[in-house]
Every structure is written in C-alpha cells, then in structure tokens.
T-cell receptor, first 113, second 112 residues
C-alpha cells in the first residue's frame, strides 16, 4: 500500500507567480489535511478536506491560498502571487476517517525567490 | 496553542532506552495522546498513540499516567537513526475537526 504522495518535492517560484502543490492520499483514505512548516518551527494546520468538500480552513490565510480535493484526482493546494514569506515546507496528511490516525507525505519544499 | 509541553532537547546513548516525557495537564477524557517524529525535515512519521492504557508496538512504548496528565514515549534500544524531533500531540475535537496542533517537540540526539 503506497503511502501519501506529494509532488513536486521541491518547487521554486519567483515572487508573483503561482504555486500548485499536489497530494495523493493513501488508498482508501478520503480525508486530507494540509500543514505548513516554516524554517525551524513546528507544523501548523492549514486546511482539512474530504472529497469535494472543505471542512475546516481555519488555518489558511484568507488571501491567495486555496485548496480543493476533487472527486477524481489529488488534492491541490494553490498559492497565488507568491511572496517570500510563503517559502516553507508544505505537508499533506491523509486518514481513512475523521477520527483516525493521520499519515503524512514527504512534503513539498517551496522556495520563493 | 498546543496542549502539550516537552523538553526542547535530549541526548541518549546508542543502545540505551530513550525516555521522552510530555506534559498534558489539561487533557480531556476523550482526547488521545499521539506521538510522531520528524527526521531531517522529512514528513512526520507516526509512532504510537493511546487514550488511557499503556501501549506498545514494534517501534516504541507509550506510558500514560493514571491521571492522564503526562506520558512518556520509550524507545527501548535507541539507534543513531532515531535522532529526530519528537512531537507529542493531544488530539481532540478542535473547532469541529480532529486536526493536529503541533508544539515545538523534543529534539532527540542519539550519541554513538
């Protein structure tokens, strides 16, 4: 059973460009969480999605950030007009149910120049 | 804010048991204690979790005090590959969802 997959693993963008981060949950998992980790800090929750629904986006910045988890395909975290402060590691986790253990992917490291 | 308090760093000799403490004095009755570790900024790796009883798996043991206000993660025979940041998380229903709230963790260094 393959684990949570994220791509790309590394992404470089210039200020003002768009970043798209993809997350494929483990097989059988329909719950996806996104977390962000700034350098030398712990992980911070951003958004929680189930198939086709955003359940909790309380940790996501109000502007420029959006997330989706379509019926088919991976979950996407989209950052528009990136700024240097968006440089971080973005981790996706998935679980089979809302109350069950979350399993994390390897992360995408975003660098904004 | 995280509901847990952990020492920022610990050292352990290779081959010895590593005992990582965690305080969670405000834990509620239906909240679980979860442990993850993060090696070299990789994705957090699940280790173990528990509610009231002590738990053991192939990676570690989790000892939860009777009043549930603290717990200890035990790596029975630490190796160099166990060097990582260890996060203790109290997982409950926060704003309607079971998201994790990470603290700053304990940076464990296993020494040869």
């Amino acid at each position: 059973n393959a684990g949570v997959m994220q791509n790309p693993r590394h992404l470089v963008r210039r200020r003002g460009q768009e970043a798209r981060l993809r997350c494929s949950p483990m097989k059988g998992h329909s719950h996806v969480y996104w977390y962000r980790q700034l350098p030398e800090e712990g992980l911070k929750f951003m958004v929680y999605l189930q198939k086709e629904n955003i359940i909790d986006e309380s940790g996501m910045p109000k502007e420029r950030f959006s997330a989706e988890f379509p019926k088919e395909g991976p979950s996407i975290l989209r950052i528009q007009q990136v700024v240097r402060g968006d440089s971080a590691a973005y981790f996706c986790a998935s679980s089979p149910g809302a109350e069950e253990t979350q399993y994390f992917g390897p992360g995408t490291r975003l660098l904004v120049l | 804010d995280a509901k847990t308090t952990q020492p920022p760093s610990m050292d352990c000799a290779e081959g010895r048991a590593a005992n990582l403490p965690c305080n969670h004095s405000t834990i509620s009755g239906n909240e679980y204690v979860y442990w993850y570790r993060q090696i070299h900024s990789q994705g957090p790796q699940y280790i173990i979790h528990g509610l009231k009883n002590n738990e053991t798996n192939e990676m570690a043991s989790l000892i939860i005090t009777e009043d549930r206000k603290s717990s200890t993660l035990i790596l029975p025979h630490a190796t160099l590959r166990d060097t990582a940041v260890y996060y203790c998380i109290v997982r409950g229903r926060t704003s309607g969802t079971y998201k994790y709230i990470f603290g700053t963790g304990t940076r464990l260094k296993v020494l040869a």
